[in-house]
């Protein structure tokens, strides 16, 4: 079933600006992860939060999480033209047995006009 | 990390056919996963393929329709059974190693005519 529910579904920025998306989930997780997908293909790992952080940094990348509100955010500074991509957040979850699964949201679609 | 490699990267099949997606990862994962992504939605989990016994399937998806193989630690088939227009997708292998973060194949572009 689908927990994450990102927000807006469609950005679009002109290149050199900030472009933030938001994440909301409604279980408890064990971590909360964000990926690339570009044009319908494989997605790329971004960044991986973990429950009990709030803010981390990956290059032009933050992410923040707040387990209180069950939500999450992804900002990419100085965005690039080759930024434009669909974002997806995913929540992990113990699903037992050693094992984690992962349940994506809806997807941001961004796009960085040149 | 891991590289996952799928095949066939696209395929248009006809309706009532049978296609196998093949997934080899050139390193040992612990979990290998399916999923199925719509046109513009996101990814929905049709099952864990798990080595050496059968797989576990998710609400809505059962094993006559897509059978999986996961016969060692690195490879798995998903096959898309008598398929109809409604399985036109992008079909996505995925696998983790020691913690969640998620490698996924190319996938694989389906039309049913």
């Known amino acids: 079933s689908q927990q994450g529910e990102e927000d807006p579904q469609a950005l679009s920025i002109q290149e050199g600006e900030n472009a933030t998306m938001n994440c909301s989930y409604k279980t408890s997780i064990n971590n909360l992860q964000w990926y690339r997908q570009n044009s319908g293909r494989g997605l790329v790992h971004l960044i991986l939060?973990?429950?009990?952080?709030r803010e981390k940094h990956s290059g032009r990348l933050r992410v923040t999480l707040d387990t209180s509100k069950k939500s999450s955010s992804l900002l990419i500074t100085a965005s690039r033209a080759a930024d434009t991509a669909s974002y997806f957040c995913a929540t992990a979850a113990y699903s037992g047995a050693g094992s984690y699964q992962l349940t994506f949201g809806k997807g941001t679609k961004l796009s960085v006009i040149p | 990390s891991a590289v996952i490699s799928q095949k066939p990267s696209r395929d248009i099949c006809q309706r009532g056919t049978s296609l196998t997606i093949q997934c080899q990862v050139d390193?040992?994962?612990?979990?290998m996963f399916w999923y199925r992504q719509q046109p513009g939605q996101s990814l929905t989990l049709i099952a864990t393929a798990n080595q050496g016994s059968e797989a576990t399937y998710e609400s809505g998806f059962v094993i006559d329709k897509f059978p999986i193989s996961r016969p060692n630690l690195t490879f798995s088939t998903l096959t898309v059974s008598n398929m109809s227009p409604e399985d036109s997708s992008i079909y996505l292998c995925?696998?983790?190693?020691?913690?969640?973060?998620?490698?996924f194949g190319q996938g694989t572009r389906l039309t049913v005519v």
């Open positions: 390193s040992q994962v612990t979990m």
């Open positions: 995925s696998a983790t190693g020691e913690g969640t973060e998620a490698f």
């Open positions: 939060i973990r429950s009990n952080e």
